[in-house]
């Protein structure tokens, strides 16, 4: 009888010992994955800052050169603060239901500011028009973009919304109704400021979360499908059968990206930006002009330093540096991927999904508009495009990440 607990005491001993083995390794693996996101943003930064500087040598005046400079090098430190605090934080505290509701109603009310306060003379001076959309709210010297800040609660509204579906047991359309509601509130907001990239990326991220969610891929791909079709019915109207010369400035967008991509034709309006930026990708060729010595930002490209400015990258460093950038964010996405494989508690697993699904969405997107590949949609490139709003909002996701990495 003494032998039997001996040995089932020995048998316990062992199976908590292994338990303990077993969590010290992904403890240890979390730990690695976290050092890693750190090192991949470190680089990522240094190469912003040295790019940012290149494409403002153009300019004639020191003191306008070091102003954008100095901003970008401030946004940056910002959102390296607010990296540092939210990872030290509980990420499911974002879960709570008085903070989803507070997250809801300030992007509500965020949103409905830049719409509202556009239309009203006396406010124009803080929400202005660029470049036929609305958008931004100056404050101080500052812009803030609202559409762009929101992105982070959209995606925790989204996850907690998805949570409740895999608790509950919900079937494909039940989930789809369960965030169809939200999706719509924060697309019909962000249309009414005429931003179509900020718009189809909220989209972008929507599908991602719903793609891994518990949504039968039957239907997934019926919706997908139905959106193709309709998205080539529209190009299709717009090319061959409407009415170009009725066509406003959105329309004649579109106009110009699919005479670009069909006949290789690019006007001097609509299409001389992507005509720039393609005409910087092939002198960069495969290693490039070298540092500082591209000639595009010379006023050659508009919005070298913004929507851009990967352009300007690939002209000094080549084929060779857009794969290495293009590794960088791609090493990024696998890290949050594996956060969220990892994830036992389905917000957190959702959350990662949401920031993985945005961070290579908006990478995605600023290739291939600047690519030629998709119409001009006025989308920042992660961490390295001019912009304090999505640099800082980046950085949060980040730092979400970190938190989600830290729980056992």
């Not at 929101?150 to 409740?164: R, V």
Request: with cysteine.
């Amino acid at each position: 009888m003494s032998m039997i607990v001996e040995n089932e005491n020995l048998y316990n001993k062992r199976n908590q010992l292994n338990r303990q083995d077993k969590e010290e390794a992904i403890r240890r693996r979390k730990r690695i994955r976290n050092g890693g996101i750190v090192v991949i943003l470190i680089l990522l930064i240094i190469m912003s800052l040295l790019n940012m500087v290149s494409v403002k040598l153009e300019g004639v005046y020191l003191k306008g050169i070091l102003k954008t400079i100095r901003n970008h090098c401030t946004y940056i430190g910002a959102g390296i603060g607010v990296f540092m605090f939210i990872s030290t934080r509980d990420y499911k505290k974002l879960k709570r239901k008085k903070m989803i509701g507070f997250l809801l109603l300030i992007s509500i009310l965020s949103l409905l500011a830049v719409v509202i306060g556009a239309k009203i003379p006396a406010l124009k001076k803080y929400v202005p028009t660029i470049n036929g959309a609305i958008g931004w709210i100056r404050i101080a010297g500052f812009s803030i973009q609202p559409a762009e800040m929101m992105k982070l609660p959209f995606i925790i509204i989204l996850a907690k919304l998805l949570e409740k579906g895999e608790e509950e047991k919900y079937k494909s359309l039940g989930i789809i109704a369960n965030v169809a509601g939200i999706v719509l509130i924060y697309l019909v907001l962000v249309m009414l400021e005429k931003d179509l990239g900020t718009t189809i990326h909220y989209i972008a991220i929507a599908i991602t979360m719903l793609f891994m969610s518990r949504v039968s891929m039957k239907l997934i791909v019926g919706l997908s499908s139905l959106f193709i079709g309709v998205a080539g019915g529209f190009f299709y109207y717009v090319a061959f059968i409407g009415d170009k010369l009725t066509y406003g400035y959105r329309l004649r967008r579109v106009v110009s990206y699919l005479n670009g991509v069909l006949k290789n034709e690019y006007d001097l309006d609509i299409g001389y930006q992507v005509a720039q930026s393609l005409m910087a990708f092939g002198r960069g060729g495969i290693l490039g002009e070298g540092y500082a010595n591209g000639v595009q930002k010379y006023n050659y490209l508009p919005e070298a330093n913004t929507d851009f400015i990967l352009a300007t990258f690939g002209e000094e460093f080549g084929f060779v540096g857009m794969l290495l950038l293009l590794f960088l964010f791609v090493l990024l996405f696998n890290n949050i991927k594996r956060t969220a494989m990892e994830t036992t508690d389905y917000f957190g697993k959702y959350l990662a999904i949401g920031i993985g699904g945005y961070l290579i969405t908006q990478v995605l997107i600023n290739i291939y508009v600047a690519l030629g590949m998709l119409p001009v949609f006025g989308i920042p490139m992660p961490i390295f495009s001019a912009g304090g709003t999505s640099i800082v909002t980046i950085f949060a996701a980040m730092g979400i990440i970190l938190s989600i990495n830290k729980q056992r």
